[in-house]
Nanobody, 124 residues
Framework: VQLQASGGGLVQPGGSLTLSCAAS????????MGWFRQAPGKEREFVAT????????AYADSVRGRFTISRDYAKNTVYLQMNSLKPEDTAVYLC??????????????????WGQGTQVTVSS
């Protein structure tokens, strides 16, 4: 199974971006999916997660109300809609899959598959 993230770029403060993460393989519907981010010199941090059925989501306090995670089972893809972007949202965004549990999680150690990341830069 491979995860391929895309959709990053340069955006002005207050702008929007939508990130995509396409998963190969047949078991996408049974993966808990998550988005994390890592800024230079900082630890990787949790952004959002979505459960098997798509009905369970959770967000970091710093993005709640601005970001929305969703998934499309037909396309084996998870999305991160990011609105009202701030300079402090600048980071490499990575998608991840938790394959060994049906429960959402904010801990990086509980995700077993990782994509390569996509750069998001928020700057005027």
């Amino acid at each position: 199974v491979q995860l391929q993230a895309s959709g990053g770029g340069l955006v002005q403060p207050g702008g929007s971006l939508t990130l995509s993460c396409a998963a190969s393989g047949r078991n996408f519907s049974r993966y808990v999916m998550g988005w994390f981010r890592q800024a230079p010199g900082k630890e990787r941090e949790f952004v959002a997660t979505i459960g098997w059925g798509g009905g369970t989501t959770a967000y970091a306090d710093s993005v709640r109300g601005r970001f929305t995670i969703s998934r499309d089972y037909a396309k084996n893809t998870v999305y991160l809609q990011m609105n009202s972007l701030k300079p402090e949202d600048t980071a490499v965004y990575l998608c991840a899959a938790r394959t060994q549990s049906p429960y959402t999680s904010s801990f990086t150690s509980q995700y077993h598959l990782w994509g390569q990341g996509t750069q998001v830069t928020v700057s005027s």
